[in-house]
């Protein structure tokens, strides 16, 4: 590859100077003095030289290159290979017909069960986003203010469950919301409840577990947006006889909405397309679009449907996150203002 | 006075509330792993120590290890091989479309597994490459690339330019300057990318249950297929034992990475 590159490389100096000349000097007045010291015709020989003559385009992709070929055979081809299969059409016995048709997707669209299966993907998505995001508040709040000296140390609880495959920490929920489970042996011996509640194996369970396992995300999410918060913003209200409601509905909310919003899209997208605890806790009664495309995909081997499922999913999310654009977008003209935006 | 007392100890209680919820999944499960009962209970009535036997003799779990091990360590060596590049690129070099690649390289975190698993299905099968390690490599690799690019990203940006012109003035070639200079500047950055990709492909669940069968089976998949049928202490165990596994390779990493530094600047 070096051999031959510096030959086309020589017949494009010409053009590029002007950006590879740009990069080296960027440091700006510092670099003078060096560029003073070794000026062209330097000792320096000409194999640097030419290789600082070599196009930048041309270094920059043979950098690129393992990387971007990494991407196109594990990401980007796999992905084109879904939109294929979404407009394949399946026959019976697992038989795939190779065609260029909307059939599947028209098939389901038009059957009440996949829409179920939508619906309670979007209302699971939706309460499991705003139970982590009431759980989550006090703490990325407390971690963010506190000036605790044990304050690295709760963060890191807050963030350790993250070290705990998913897998573990579902167990874990089995074990507590089980018919034999922490919380129903709990509540029995206390004679409190006669017949075990019904924890698991509906979406109850599966939004609580669920809640729990994106909290260290929403901690996290919240905690880094939280960077206009400022102390001494609140003291000056405070101090201006504002009661600590109206300092936290005036001052602290707003100035925590970002972090917020951000956790919101991050816990809700997780959500959607979460698959281990909706199959796990949900005991094969709970069917959300993730169940359903591994069901499709392996169980029943219809992989046109569980594509044009995935083209649904990846059409939500791309929802989900134009809506967030936009509120983001919103968010910041109210903190920049209009007059300052004009200035 | 009172009242702000009050308010103090409410937002305790809260908070200790709220860590306990966070905390409850772990806790039980350590709990419950040195129980010996053959099935889940509560309260633990005794302490045993065999789960833990119980996972050394499950084959089905050491099989996983081993599977899990080797892919994480293909996946970690082959993303820091193509991402290491990648990243010198992005943060050294101006060229067009350079804010496109970057996109490019971060978007994969944008697509939720569960379609990334469906995709490479797809396109693994037909070759045959599901149920190999060969298979389970390339589906991991696409997901850990971009923090591999992302760390090292971050550790060329404050690694100072200065010393590798100064290196490419004094005549030194790409290569040389990258090995000499660059290389041990951004040691910290390339071990944490590598160690956060290793982590990530051990512990990948729905990706692996795509394209894995019934000979090539990650720990994290044999887990799931046994504690969907079984609930007994030993997955209990097991999680435990990944924990301090995955704390001592974090601390290792952080120790071995502290040791360095430290040598360098004396």
Redesign the interface.
């Known amino acids: 590859m070096t051999a031959d590159s510096p030959d086309p490389a020589h017949a494009r100096t010409p053009p590029d100077p002007p ?1 590879s000349a ?3 000097e960027s ?1 700006g007045p ?2 003078t003095p ?1 560029s003073g010291g ?1 000026p062209h015709p330097s000792a ?2 000409p ?2 030289a030419a ?2 003559r070599r196009s ?2 041309r ?13 196109l ?3 980007a ?3 084109v ?2 939109l294929r ?1 979404s407009l394949n059409e399946a026959e019976d016995g697992g038989v795939i017909r190779q065609t260029l048709s909307v059939a599947t997707f028209t098939h389901v669209l038009g059957s009440s069960h996949y829409w179920n299966v939508i619906g309670q993907t979007l209302e699971l998505g939706v309460l499991v986003t705003l139970c982590t995001l009431v ?1 989550s508040y ?2 990325a709040l ?1 971690l963010a203010r506190t000036t605790s000296r044990w304050r690295s140390l ?1 963060v890191a ?2 963030v ?2 993250l ?14 919301l ?1 018919t ?3 919380v129903n ?2 509540l029995d011996g206390l004679g409190l409840t006669d017949t075990p509640l019904h924890l698991a194996n509906n979406l109850t369970g599966v939004v609580i ?1 669920s809640t ?1 396992i994106y ?2 995300f929403a901690i996290l999410a919240m905690i880094s947006g939280f960077g206009r918060l400022d102390p001494a913003l609140e003291h000056a209200a405070a101090a201006l006889g504002a009661p ?1 409601r109206t300092v936290f509905r005036r001052i602290v909310l707003p100035l925590t909405l970002p972090g917020v919003l951000t956790a919101a899209l991050l816990v809700f ?1 997780l959500s ?2 979460g ?2 605890t909706p ?2 806790i949900g005991g094969g009664r709970v069917f959300v ?2 169940t359903e ?2 069901d499709e ?2 169980t029943a081997l219809n ?1 046109p449907v ?2 044009v499922l ?1 083209v649904l ?2 059409a939500v ?1 791309g929802v989900v ?1 134009s809506l967030y654009l936009w509120a983001q977008k919103a968010l910041e003209a109210r903190f920049t203002g209009p007059g300052e935006a004009r200035s | 006075m009172n009242v702000s007392r009050l308010s103090r100890a409410a937002r305790s209680v809260v908070l200790t509330v709220l860590y306990l919820f966070l905390l409850a999944p772990i806790i039980i499960v350590l709990v419950e792993s040195f129980d010996n009962a053959t099935y889940l209970r509560f309260p633990p009535e005794g302490f045993t120590l065999d789960a833990y036997r119980q996972v050394f003799a499950n084959e089905a779990f050491r099989e996983g290890f081993q599977v899990s091990g080797v892919t994480a360590a293909a996946t970690a060596l082959l993303a820091v091989l193509t991402g290491v590049p990648a990243a010198l690129a992005l943060t050294r070099l101006r060229f067009r479309g350079r804010s496109a690649v970057e996109a490019a390289f971060l978007s994969p975190l944008l697509v939720p597994h569960i379609v990334l698993g469906l995709a490479l299905l797809l396109i693994l099968a037909p070759i045959p490459l599901t149920d190999t390690y060969w298979g389970l490599i390339l589906a991991h690799l696409g997901v850990t690339v971009p923090y591999v690019v992302r760390t090292v990203s971050a550790s060329l940006v404050s690694a100072d330019p200065r010393a590798e012109e100064a290196a490419r003035t004094l005549g030194a070639g790409g290569f040389t300057t990258f090995w000499r200079i660059t290389l041990p500047a951004i040691r910290p950055g390339l071990f944490s990318g590598g160690v956060i990709a290793f982590l990530l492909s051990f512990d990948e669940t729905v990706i692996s249950l795509f394209v894995s069968g019934q000979n090539t089976v990650p720990l994290p998949v044999a887990v799931l297929q046994y504690v969907e049928y079984r609930s007994d202490p030993s997955v209990a165990s097991l999680s435990v034992l990944l924990v301090l596994l995955s704390v001592v390779v974090v601390v290792l990493v952080e120790r071995g990475l502290g040791l360095r530094r430290t040598l360098r600047s004396g």
Request: no cysteine; proline share 10%; hydrophobic share 60%.
């Open positions: 950006a740009g990069t080296p440091p510092a670099a060096g070794a320096a020989g194999a640097p290789t600082r930048p385009g270094v920059a992709f043979a950098l690129l290159l393992p990387g971007l070929l990494a991407l055979l594990t990401y081809l796999p992905l290979w879904v299969m759980v006090p703490v407390f709760l609880l807050a350790a469950p070290l705990i495959s998913s897998v573990a920490r579902t167990f874990g929920w089995m074990a507590i089980g034999q489970g922490v042996k709990t577990a729990e909290m260290p600590r997208v959607l397309s698959y281990v199959r796990l679009l993730a495309i591994y995909a392996i992989w569980a594509a995935s999913l990846l999310f996150i």
